[in-house]
């Protein structure tokens, strides 16, 4: 390939994400991954994206908002040029109801909701219908517009396509070349504290399943009791996941996933018979400030760095991959304060 503008390590959602904005404006592109595509937790099975509560609103819950939104868009444009697939479906989400306590929150969130999310969303209060609900104690549920779904692995092709498309290899090893972008995930947020001398963040695994289980197509995800319950296009149903700190193993399953299972199928009956026909495991990015890590690399010169997207980085994709263009290519500098490298680095 030619001489690359910019060599990105990392083939995970955050490294092709930010290649493809890259070469849609006319950058050339070089992603390098020892390990491969979606080798982490880019290639997991669940793909919940879920947006925070309208309340307590700060430029995080705004940032992950307006990606949310855009998200059709960009997705929309990676399957027209590569025609794969991702998955993507803004289908909206249910969650139980269960006492006064929760329908008074509730109720707050859904006023919240209609001036935060600008009439481009809605978060409302429904009664519980059919079998494709969680078990609510009061009949009610919340059911928000706003959630989506997207299958991890199948974006992960999909945004190899489309960059193929575009001339940009994605490669196991190779010279670096042009300016440098770092999104490397769990291990290298321990390389970069080990090169700083301090933590800034850590590898959290978690534990999934997929269920044979054919739902309507676009049916919302369904949340209660911590679990995400996703539907997918493809006839399965993802659930998870566990939050594991400390793990010998990155990608074993045990008795935490058995749990999980468990627990999905007393809070959603309808999941009762469906039978286990995957069982995943692996490591997600968790910057020391919970928010992702994008913006100058705060060791290397004339480097950038993209980590951090733990639980939202398929969410938070979209907008992160165009500002961080903006940034790498134009020098616009739009990152929140709490997403720069050194709000991990306190």
């Given at each position: 390939m030619a001489m690359a503008d910019i060599t990105i390590y990392g083939a995970g959602i955050f490294g092709l994400s930010i290649a493809w904005s890259c070469v849609t404006r006319g950058a050339t592109v070089q992603v390098i991954d020892p390990y491969g595509v979606g080798a982490g937790s880019s290639g997991g099975v669940v793909g919940a994206l879920a947006p925070h509560t309208p309340e307590n609103w700060n430029d995080k819950k705004q940032f992950q908002f307006e990606s949310l939104i855009m998200a059709n868009r960009y997705w929309g444009a990676v399957e027209q040029?590569?025609?794969?697939?991702?998955?993507?479906?803004?289908?909206?989400?249910?969650?139980?109801?269960?006492?006064?306590?929760?329908?008074?929150?509730?109720?707050?969130?859904?006023?919240?909701?209609?001036?935060?999310?600008?009439?481009?969303?809605?978060?409302?209060?429904?009664?519980?219908?059919?079998?494709?609900?969680?078990?609510?104690?009061?009949?009610?549920?919340?059911?928000?517009?706003?959630?989506g779904r997207i299958h991890p692995r199948m974006t992960c092709a999909a945004l190899v396509a489309a960059?193929?498309?575009?001339?940009?290899?994605?490669?196991?090893?190779?010279?670096?070349?042009?300016?440098?972008?770092?999104?490397?995930?769990?291990?290298?947020?321990?390389?970069?504290?080990?090169?700083?001398?301090?933590?800034?963040?850590?590898?959290?695994?978690?534990?999934?399943?997929?269920?044979?289980?054919?739902?309507?197509?676009?049916?919302?995800?369904?949340f209660a009791d911590a679990l995400h319950i996703i539907p997918h296009s493809n006839g399965t149903v993802a659930i998870g996941s566990t939050s594991e700190r400390l793990f010998d193993d990155p990608t074993s399953t045990d008795q935490q996933l058995d749990d999980v299972v468990s627990r999905a199928r007393h809070a959603f009956p309808v999941l009762q018979d469906a039978p286990v026909i995957e069982r995943w495991a692996g490591v997600r990015p968790r910057s020391k400030s919970r928010a992702p890590m994008i913006g100058h690399h705060p060791v290397q010169k004339d480097a950038f760095i993209a980590n951090g997207g733990f639980k939202i980085g398929f969410g938070m994709a979209p907008k992160i991959a165009e500002i961080m263009a903006d940034l790498i290519l134009n020098g616009t500098d739009r990152i929140p304060e709490d997403f720069r490298p050194e709000a991990s680095l306190r």
């Open positions: 040029a590569g025609g794969l697939s991702t998955g993507y479906a803004r289908s909206g989400r249910l969650q139980p109801i269960n006492d006064d306590r929760a329908l008074e929150r509730a109720k707050t969130r859904r006023v919240g909701a209609k001036h935060l999310w600008q009439g481009l969303a809605e978060f409302e209060i429904v009664k519980a219908a059919g079998t494709w609900s969680p078990k609510s104690e009061s009949g009610l549920v919340i059911h928000d517009t706003l959630s960059l193929a498309s575009k001339g940009c290899d994605v490669v196991a090893e190779g010279a670096p070349d042009g300016i440098i972008v770092e999104a490397t995930g769990w291990r290298g947020l321990l390389e970069l504290a080990e090169q700083m001398e301090q933590p800034v963040g850590n590898g959290v695994k978690g534990q999934a399943a997929v269920l044979q289980f054919a739902t309507a197509p676009n049916a919302p995800q369904l």
